[in-house]
T-cell receptor, first 113, second 117 residues
């Protein structure tokens, strides 16, 4: 049958405000979680990752939070900029290097000037 | 900064034809992957490759697909007889991991848009 495009949830945020993007995962055996940013026509770009033995990790303007109890992952972007406008995907992997990534459905972030 | 490169950026082919998508992973990486993204959908895993053999493949990666590392730098995905539903963006990725220096991060190339007519 014909493929139906995925309806992406959209987060509209004012420039300078903080953004929070959420992701639920299903595999309790997942050990590694990553956030990727994808701009139109480009490949996924790594933002930040976290192992399952941690619940928080900070990068430059970004923070990832992991709640294993409810299988929830979030990405916080501080002081959102126009260049942050993109689709953000969470991805999970069951173990170490060499494993496939299972991507979530994505959230579109639109930054309003 | 090292990056994954892919060629061509866009490939148009007729149904039933063979296509080869090419990738040059980051030079010191050991693990190589192919993913695809049908327009408007999420990224899907196809295959991972390590030590010159497939380490994992998805249900999508059937007998029509094959991968090869023909030399020390290239990593290719071949589709033997393309179908309309193979139209998608194909991403190559690579990662490194060795002993205690294992890292998980997969670096993605810019993709090849495959259009099957």
């Amino acid at each position: 049958g014909e493929s139906v495009g995925l309806h992406l949830p959209t987060l509209s945020v004012q420039e300078g405000d903080n953004s929070i993007i959420n992701c639920a995962y299903s595999n309790s055996a997942s050990d590694y979680f990553i956030w990727y940013k994808q701009e139109s026509g480009k490949g996924p770009q790594f933002i930040i990752d976290i192992r399952s033995n941690m619940d928080k990790r900070q990068g430059q303007r970004v923070t990832v939070l992991l709640n294993k109890t409810v299988k929830h992952l979030s990405l916080q972007i501080a002081a959102t900029q126009p260049g942050d406008s993109a689709v953000y995907f969470c991805a999970e992997s069951p173990k170490a290097a060499g494993n496939k990534l299972t991507f979530g459905g994505g959230t579109r972030v639109l930054v309003k000037p | 900064e090292p990056e994954v490169t892919q060629t061509p950026s866009h490939q148009v082919t007729q149904m039933g034809q063979e296509v080869i998508l090419r990738c040059v992973p980051i030079s010191n990486h050991l693990y190589f992957y192919w993913y695809r993204q049908i327009l408007g959908q999420k990224v899907e895993f196809l295959v991972s490759f390590y030590n010159n053999e497939i380490s994992e493949k998805s249900e999508i990666f059937d007998d029509q697909f094959s991968v090869e590392r023909p030399d020390g730098s290239n990593f290719t995905l071949k589709i033997r007889s393309t179908k309309l539903e193979d139209s998608a963006m194909y991403f190559c990725a690579s990662s490194t991991g060795t002993g205690t220096q294992t890292t998980y991060e997969q670096y993605f190339g810019p993709g090849t848009r495959l259009t099957v007519t």
